[in-house]
């Protein structure tokens, strides 16, 4: 079993910047490619970010490349989002979540365990 939980959500002016952090307990972190996903409402669960085991590795959905950036703490089994330049169409809650190796990883079921959310509100 692991353990995610998400904060550092928020409401924050287009423009502005949020840092989305996410603690992970129960399994070891390192195993875990880290992921990051986001829902608005009416809307499908949609891929943001990922980073694999070591920090490596990266990838990010277009819509926030260049704009967003993910990193993780093995020491301190913590996943972050910085997200900078937020827009109005970033609106959403914001999960993390885990999964093993680095395939499909912008597909949610390629994860298996997911935090509760945290909203990200930006306003115009």
């Known amino acids: 079993q692991v353990q995610l939980v998400e904060s550092g959500g928020g409401l924050v002016q287009a423009g502005g910047s949020l840092r989305l952090s996410c603690a992970a307990s129960?399994?070891?972190?390192?195993?875990?490619?880290m992921g990051w996903f986001r829902q608005a409402p009416g809307k499908e669960r949609e891929f943001v970010a990922a980073?694999?085991?070591?920090?490596?590795?990266?990838y990010y959905a277009d819509s926030v490349k260049g704009r967003f950036t993910i990193s993780r703490s093995n020491a301190k089994t913590t996943v972050y989002l910085q997200m900078n330049s937020l827009k109005p169409e970033d609106t959403a809650v914001y999960f993390c979540?885990?999964?093993?190796?680095?395939?499909?990883?912008?597909?949610?079921?390629?994860?298996?365990?997911w935090g509760q959310g945290t909203q990200v509100t930006v306003s115009s």
């Open positions: 129960g399994r070891t972190f390192t195993d875990y490619t």
């Open positions: 980073i694999n085991w070591s920090g490596s590795r990266t």
């Open positions: 979540a885990t999964a093993l190796g680095w395939i499909r990883i912008t597909l949610p079921n390629s994860y298996d365990y």
